[in-house]
C-alpha cells in the first residue's frame, strides 16, 4: 500500500485541504504525476465535457488536478501530467480555487520553473493566464519574484512584457480579485500603498544589483577566454615558417601546419571562440547599465550566458586540434586520447544540459 503525503504549506496547498471523498485516486495520481494513470482515470465515462463539470476538482478548498500537478513536482512525469489533463479540460489553465489561485499561482509559488514554462506553452498564445491576479491581487509574476527565481521571472515576462506594468485597478480573471477591490475589502490605507510601491522599487533595485555582480563575474570568463584565443592567434601551433622570401611568392612568416585538416579545425575553433567570447563581453558590459529596463538586462544576461557556453566550447574543440596536429606526427595514440577525452566532456555537458 502506497503511503499517501499531502501537501505542506511551503509547496502551495495547505495541510487541511485534503482530497474530495470519492476522488482520492485522481489527487494521488496527480500528486505522483503518474502521466499514465491519469490517462486512465480520465478517460470516459469520467470526460469532463464543459467548463461547468466540477469532475477534477480534487481538494476541499477547489484545487483541480491541474492545481496539484502543478504544485508538487516539476519533472518529466508531472510535466507531461499537465498536458494529460489540458487536452481532457483546457479551461483548467484559468480555474481559481477558492483563494483565486490558478495552477500557474501554484508551479511559480512552489518554485517548480519547469512546471510554469509548461503551463505558458499549454497556453499559447493567449496572455490571460498570466494576468490572473488572485484574492491577494497577485499575478503568478509576484509568486516568482517571491520565489526568487530569475528564469521563471523571465519566462512570464516572455509571455508578457507588460506585465510588470500591469495596472493594479485591472481587471482580474476571477472578477472579485482585483487589486482595487482588495484594497477597499481591507481599508489598506494610502500610505500602505506608498509603502507597498516602495518595496517594489526596493526589489527591483536588489534584482539589478544581483544582474550587476553576476555580469561582472562572468565578464571575467568571456575576457579570459577572448584574451586567449586572441593570443593563439598569433602564437600558432608549430610556429611560423622561417622563409626568407614572403608571400605570394614565399612562405615567410606563415605557419608551417598550414593545410592540415587538423590545423583548420584549430583555425576555425579558435574563431568561433574569439568571436562568442568578444560578444559575451561587449554584452555583459552593456548589461550593467543601471538605466536599462530590468527585464532587457535579463535578456542580455541570458543571451551572454548562451555565447560564452559556445565560446567555451570552440575553445575547448580549439585545444584538442592543437594537440592532434603538434603530436600525430610523434605519438598518434596520445593525440587521439586527448581528441577523445575533450569528446567526452563534450557528451557529459550535452546530458547536464538535456536533464536541465
Request: with cysteine; proline share 3%; net charge negative.
Amino acid at each position: 500500500m502506497a503511503e499517501i503525503s499531502i501537501c505542506s504549506p511551503d509547496k502551495g496547498l495547505p495541510v487541511e485541504d485534503l482530497p474530495v471523498p470519492g476522488r482520492l485516486q485522481l489527487f494521488l495520481a496527480a500528486s505522483s504525476g503518474d502521466d499514465e494513470w491519469l490517462q486512465q482515470l480520465l478517460s470516459p465515462p469520467m470526460a469532463v465535457t464543459s467548463e461547468e463539470d466540477s469532475a477534477l476538482v480534487v481538494t476541499n478548498e477547489g484545487n483541480s488536478a491541474l492545481h496539484v500537478v502543478a504544485t508538487d513536482g516539476d519533472g518529466a512525469g508531472h510535466l507531461e501530467s499537465a498536458k494529460v489533463i489540458h487536452d481532457k479540460a483546457k479551461h483548467l489553465l484559468l480555474a481559481c480555487n477558492v483563494h483565486g489561485d490558478t495552477p500557474l499561482h501554484c508551479a511559480a509559488r512552489a518554485g517548480n520553473t519547469c512546471m510554469v514554462s509548461r503551463l505558458i506553452e499549454l497556453a499559447g498564445d493567449a496572455k490571460d493566464m498570466v494576468r490572473v491576479q488572485n484574492k491577494d491581487g497577485k499575478t503568478a509574476l509576484h509568486e516568482a519574484i517571491g520565489s526568487d527565481d530569475m528564469q521563471m521571472v523571465q519566462a512570464l515576462m516572455s509571455k508578457d512584457n507588460e506585465l510588470a506594468r500591469l495596472d493594479a485597478n485591472d481587471d482580474a480573471q476571477n472578477g472579485n480579485s482585483r487589486r482595487d477591490r482588495f484594497m477597499e475589502e481591507h481599508n489598506e490605507s494610502h500610505e500602505d500603498k506608498i509603502r507597498s510601491d516602495r518595496l517594489m522599487e526596493e526589489n527591483e533595485r536588489r534584482e539589478g544589483k544581483k544582474i550587476t555582480d553576476f555580469a561582472q563575474i562572468v565578464g571575467i570568463g568571456s575576457v579570459l577566454v577572448a584574451t586567449a584565443t586572441f593570443a593563439a592567434a598569433f602564437t600558432m601551433p608549430g610556429g611560423f615558417s622561417e622563409d626568407k622570401e614572403t608571400p605570394p611568392m614565399g612562405k615567410g612568416g606563415t605557419p608551417t601546419l598550414a593545410g592540415y585538416y587538423a590545423f583548420d579545425g584549430f583555425v576555425i575553433s579558435n574563431t568561433l571562440a574569439f568571436i562568442c567570447s568578444s560578444l559575451a563581453t561587449f554584452s555583459l558590459i552593456y548589461t550593467g547599465v543601471g538605466a536599462l529596463d530590468i527585464y532587457k538586462r535579463i535578456e542580455l544576461v541570458s543571451f551572454s550566458l548562451a555565447l560564452l557556453m559556445g565560446a567555451a566550447r570552440s575553445f575547448c574543440a580549439a585545444f584538442a586540434f592543437a594537440l592532434y596536429v603538434l603530436l600525430a606526427p610523434v605519438d598518434r595514440r596520445a593525440a587521439i586520447a586527448s581528441c577523445t577525452l575533450t569528446g567526452m566532456a563534450f557528451i557529459v555537458l550535452a546530458i547536464g544540459e538535456i536533464r536541465d
